[in-house]
């Protein structure tokens, strides 16, 4: 008999795990989402909804001989999986791959495909009819999605709110941010740093009003909708029993170089809720790749275990299909042509379309 491993969440990193040991493991993908969510495309999603249908990709032909199960983890101690359906589960090998929440629009928070395209229809069309746009928050999400709104309505008056004092915090090269800061003048994308806002907006995020907010260094900002673009956390709510003891302080779970969760021998962690690396589906994919190979070699019983090198600060920063810029795995800054071909023209759907054995 194979022995049975379950992969809690079916996000960049899990579908990695579940496909790369469908052979040579009974493989069990819990998800509660009834697609897998490229979020990668979110952001254009919003401005261009002819993009959804590759924003949400079936689970389908992912795998062979292993199951999608269509439920959430509620209770894991390290040895039990409790499901929210009340199914237990007690696999020879637990994978946790349950990734990051992050608001609106920048990831999805709708479990159903038909809810999600819905809530992002209605976004579209909020945002069609402002004239202004407040985005909170200049890091790679508000820069991401301001350049986005600019591509697509360059009439549109946006302006980013960050209390930082400067745009994209994070390891990059100063020349990287400038390089940003150049194109965001040439778009008319205006800047309110260092300041955050002495009261909240009085509009939902999102929602189509006009308000005015004040900035604590005086500016008056006033627009017909507002987006809140940082707040990520990790989600391991689920956590539990023994399990808890590798549960940092904010929510991420602690892991060996080999990513098992420290404590477990059969169990292990990868993607946004490790703590051993950035947040970034390019790592949660190379690390489904770490991960499949320790479990088979535990399986094959042939002892070296890989491990993971964390990575070299890398960043593909679109503004809009063809501007933005980049850091590079070589240091180098990229072009708005190199940053469009890896990711502003097709928001890299294709690779995960191949990942999903969905090419045809
Ligand atoms: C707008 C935006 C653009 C981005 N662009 C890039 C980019 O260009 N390149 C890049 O490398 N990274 C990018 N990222 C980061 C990237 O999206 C994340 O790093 C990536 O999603 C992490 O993958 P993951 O597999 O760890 O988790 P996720 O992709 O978050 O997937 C986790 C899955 O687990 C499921 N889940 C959650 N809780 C449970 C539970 N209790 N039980 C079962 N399942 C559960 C969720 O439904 C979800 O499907 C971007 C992020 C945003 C927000």
């Known amino acids: 008999m194979k022995p049975t491993v379950v992969v809690v969440g079916g996000g960049y990193g899990g579908i990695g795990v579940a496909?790369?040991?469908?052979?040579?493991?009974?493989?069990?993908?819990?998800?509660?989402?009834?697609a897998f969510v490229h979020n990668i495309a979110a952001l254009r999603s919003v401005v261009q909804p002819d993009f959804l249908p590759r924003m949400f990709l079936p689970y389908d032909h992912l795998l062979k001989n292993g199951t999608v199960l269509r439920d959430r983890a509620t209770r894991v101690d390290g040895h039990t999986v409790e499901l929210a359906s009340g199914t237990r589960l007690t696999p020879d090998y637990l994978v946790l791959a349950s990734g990051s929440s992050y608001p609106f629009p920048a990831k999805s928070d709708q479990s159903a495909t038909v809810d999600a395209v819905a809530k992002y229809q209605?976004?579209?069309?909020?945002?069609?009819?402002?004239?202004?746009?407040?985005?909170?928050?200049?890091?790679?999400?508000?820069?991401?999605?301001?350049?986005?709104?600019?591509?697509?309505?360059?009439?549109?008056?946006?302006?980013?709110?960050?209390?930082?004092?400067?745009?994209?915090?994070?390891?990059?090269?100063?020349?990287?941010?400038?390089?940003?800061?150049?194109?965001?003048?040439?778009?008319?994308?205006?800047?309110?740093?260092?300041?955050?806002?002495?009261?909240?907006?009085?509009?939902?995020a999102g929602e189509f009003g006009r308000f005015t907010v004040a900035t604590s260094d005086g500016t008056v900002i006033e627009a017909d909708i507002w987006f809140r673009c940082y707040g990520i956390a990790p989600q391991t709510d689920y956590v539990a029993g023994e399990l808890l003891a590798a549960r940092t302080h904010d929510g991420y779970l602690e892991v060996t170089p080999e990513l098992r969760v420290a404590g477990f021998d059969n169990v292990?962690?990868?993607?946004?809720?490790?703590?051993?690396?950035?947040?970034?589906?390019?790592?949660?994919?190379?690390?489904?790749?770490?991960?499949?190979?320790?479990?088979?070699?535990?399986?094959?019983?042939?002892?070296?275990?890989?491990?993971?090198?964390?990575?070299?600060?890398v960043i593909i920063l679109p503004l809009g299909p063809r501007g933005g810029s980049g850091q590079l795995p070589d240091g180098e800054i990229a072009s708005s042509e190199a940053i469009s071909r890896i990711k502003g023209q097709d928001m890299m759907v294709d690779r995960y379309v191949q990942m999903l054995n969905l090419g045809g």
């Open 19 to 34: 496909k790369a040991l469908d052979e040579a493991a009974d493989v069990v993908l819990v998800e509660p989402k009834d």
């Open 122 to 204: 209605a976004a579209h069309d909020n945002l069609k009819r402002a004239d202004s746009v407040m985005l909170l928050g200049a890091g790679a999400v508000g820069l991401e999605f301001a350049g986005e709104i600019a591509a697509a309505w360059p009439d549109k008056d946006i302006v980013l709110v960050d209390v930082a004092p400067d745009i994209l915090p994070g390891p990059y090269d100063p020349r990287l941010r400038e390089e940003i800061t150049r194109q965001l003048d040439e778009l008319g994308i205006r800047r309110n740093l260092g300041s955050p806002l002495v009261q909240p907006a009085p509009t939902r």
């Open 268 to 313: 292990y962690a990868l993607g946004d809720i490790s703590n051993i690396d950035v947040n970034k589906a390019g790592v949660a994919g190379r690390q489904a790749a770490v991960v499949a190979t320790n479990i088979q070699a535990q399986i094959n019983g042939s002892g070296e275990l890989a491990e993971w090198s964390p990575s070299r600060p």
